[in-house]
């Protein structure tokens, strides 16, 4: 591949990662690779970088197969979840086409109750897991799920994976981990080096470079590259910086960051999945049992289907910190009973306790809404300049 | 310098023009699908009014971008501003537009704390009354009236669709009509205490009431009872919008 290194060709490079992707993934199993697909940031990558294999994200974020969905699913359910069954079933996702195997997870009831009807075409494992984080018994269980996940992969793919292995795996995962952070957390500076939307791209495109130590080295390329021109005096007009959480943006919901950057904000933070949400807290390394190490991490993922959800709360709490922020979009998709009714919850905590401006803001994958979104967030944004 | 307020509703384009920090004249016309040549008739009355002097225009309200202005302010803003114009300190709004319907928190200086839009559904804004009126074979002019001595049925349709086909079963039991219409008016005040219970307002304090529907006494009423606050309203409401925009173009391009 030849060297790009502008930074907006940098930036284009990883947002067309998803469709560079598809090849790629085509390569990988002619050579033989072994491809797991997965959904949720609770898989622990690790185990299946350890057993020799490639862990992708699937389609779900764009609306073209809801209409399919919706044949065999209800049509209110959350939109993430309609897109995932639709685009499986349709067969329109070629990252589950090549998926040997699914991996699900019991996050919220909707998703766990779709799997049933996905493995019905396709080889579907469900990671069982605990909806609290309070009881030591749910810890315990959900060390047992990486042990059978584990197992299950062995079986599976006819490997052995040693200890040895899943804590090289560790090291690694932990690597990338910090060069994600590394270049997100550019959007601490003040003014703005990035605009939300390219912090974003980035971000969204490393998930589908699936060579690790390329991601990790493009990544560092780039923060480097960014932190130079940076101090070299280039960097963007100060407006009002937002911080976004709530249920996993992308594809579609782009139109949010869209929104704010449009209307006069600057998007500086995501705590959602793919950004912040599962990046910020690395794995133990200096953990003898990697099993605990791994749960330890994966089981406090601030994620609004389990409760407690302290860890989203602590997470926020820093983020607006260190990244100067001046108001927070919680993003919600349409019908995620979680993150709805959390968010009440973190309307609280922000306002009394952070003081901070709060917008829920609800939305799916339709352009329908568009204007309605300009209208608040523009609204949201002239209260925070008032 | 002049200032005109221009407030472009998906049912009625309001227009205010001040004049040395007062207001001079307004105008409302009906937005009847062709919001740009409403804007259009509203300018030309208020460029009159202006004469010679020179004027700023803001625009805010969904038809906003429509025309070419020297400020543009999402209705949201506009409508804190414009309460405090009418209402000095109040620190609740809830506007109850043809198409929308808006609460508003503010700092009891006009600027805005926290607010709730619903803009996605008919039920819940002037809309929903217009056609219950409608399916009752009445105007919405004439709604105090018609309910003043009526006593509520209980209307359990949320959907507009749904609502009328239940107004419409109730005709057919032989409810009495006036009593049907005032439980639209419950139907629909109940819904919006809903929303603006969401601000997580101050138990009984003062809420200001705008938008078209703000005109109807029986429904600021009924709407007091749902929020459990006293509801002021004003006969310059329905201009709450534009008053506002005026007001942060006086502020801001000064
Ligand atoms: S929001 Fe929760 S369930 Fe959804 S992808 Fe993220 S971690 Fe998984
Ligand atoms: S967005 Fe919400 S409802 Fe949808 S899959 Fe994630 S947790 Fe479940």
Not at chain 1, 167 to 188: H, S
Not at chain 2, 11 to 21: E, N, P, R, S
Not at chain 2, 209 to 217: A, D, E, H, K, V
Request: charged content about 25%; proline content about 4%.
């Amino acid at each position: 591949m030849e060297l790009r290194t502008e930074l907006p060709e940098v930036f284009a490079d990883f947002s067309e990662a998803r469709k560079q992707g598809f090849l790629a993934v085509k390569d990988l199993k002619e050579k033989g690779q072994p491809v797991v697909g997965v959904y949720c940031t609770f898989m622990p990558e690790e185990l299946v970088l350890a057993g020799g294999a490639v862990q992708i994200s699937l389609c779900s974020t764009s609306d073209e197969t809801i209409g399919d969905a919706e044949e065999d699913l209800p049509r209110n359910l959350c939109p993430l979840i309609k897109a995932s069954y639709g685009f499986a079933k349709m067969d329109k996702c070629p990252y589950f086409y090549f998926s040997d195997l699914v991996v699900g997870e019991t996050t919220c009831d909707g998703k766990t109750k779709m799997y049933e009807y996905m493995q019905e075409f396709k080889p579907t494992y469900l990671m069982q897991l605990p909806h609290t984080r309070d009881l030591e018994g749910g810890k315990q269980f959900w060390r047992s799920e990486m042990i059978r996940f584990k197992e299950k992969l062995e079986n599976f793919f006819g490997v052995e994976i040693t200890e040895d292995k899943i804590r090289e795996a560790i090291q690694l995962k932990n690597r990338e981990r910090q060069a994600k952070q590394d270049f997100y957390r550019l959007g601490q500076l003040n003014p703005p080096a990035l605009s939300g939307s390219e912090i974003f791209q980035v971000m969204y495109g490393s998930q589908y470079k699936f060579d690790k130590a390329e991601v990790i080295d493009m990544l560092e390329t780039t923060t480097a590259k960014v932190k130079a021109e940076y101090a070299a005096g280039k960097r963007l007009d100060s407006k009002p910086r937002i911080l976004v959480t709530g249920s996993p943006i992308g594809g579609a919901t782009e139109k949010v960051i869209r929104a704010i950057e449009e209307n006069g904000g600057v998007v500086v933070a995501y705590e959602n999945c793919t950004v912040a949400k599962a990046v910020e807290r690395l794995v133990d390394e200096n953990e003898p049992d990697v099993y605990q190490a791994l749960t330890d991490k994966y089981m406090n993922i601030g994620c609004a289907c389990i409760s407690n959800n302290n860890p989203r709360k602590e997470l926020l709490s820093t983020m607006i910190d260190d990244y100067q922020v001046d108001g927070v979009v919680d993003m919600v998709l349409q019908n995620c009973t979680p993150f709805s009714v959390e968010s009440l919850q973190i309307k609280r905590f922000l306002n009394e306790e952070k003081h901070i401006p709060y917008m829920y803001l609800e939305t799916d994958y339709s352009t329908a809404d568009i204007e309605q979104i300009n209208t608040r967030v523009t609204a949201f944004l002239e209260m925070l300049e008032a | 310098m002049d200032y005109i307020g221009l407030d472009s509703g998906s049912t009625t384009t309001k227009g205010v023009l001040f004049a040395d920090g007062q207001l001079q004249a307004k105008y409302l016309v009906p937005t009847a699908g062709n919001p740009r040549g409403a804007i259009e008739t509203v300018l030309t009355h208020l460029k009159a009014d202006a004469g010679d002097t020179d004027y700023r225009l803001i625009t805010t309200g969904y038809g906003r971008k429509l025309v070419e202005a020297d400020l543009v302010i999402t209705e949201i803003t506009c409508h804190g501003k414009g309460a405090e114009y009418l209402h000095p300190g109040v620190q609740y709004v809830i506007d109850i537009g043809g198409q929308d319907c808006k609460t508003i928190s503010l700092n009891g200086q006009g600027n805005v704390l926290d607010f709730n839009m619903n803009d996605r559904c008919a039920a819940g804004t002037g809309r929903f009354v217009e056609v219950m009126m409608g399916t009752l074979g009445e105007q919405i002019q004439v709604l105090d009236n018609f309910v003043a001595d009526a006593t509520p049925v209980k209307i359990n349709s949320m959907c507009t669709v749904f609502a009328e086909s239940e107004v419409i079963s109730l005709i057919s039991k032989g409810e009495a009509r006036e009593d049907i219409a005032l439980g639209t008016l419950e139907a629909i005040a109940k819904r919006i205490s809903g929303q603006y219970a969401k601000l997580r307002p101050k138990h009984g304090e003062t809420v200001l009431f705008t938008g078209g529907l703000s005109q109807s006494q029986a429904f600021s009423k009924v709407l007091s009872e749902h929020v459990g606050a006293p509801v002021d309203t004003n006969p310059l409401s329905q201009f709450a919008g534009a008053i506002g925009a005026a007001q942060i173009g006086m502020k801001k391009l000064n």
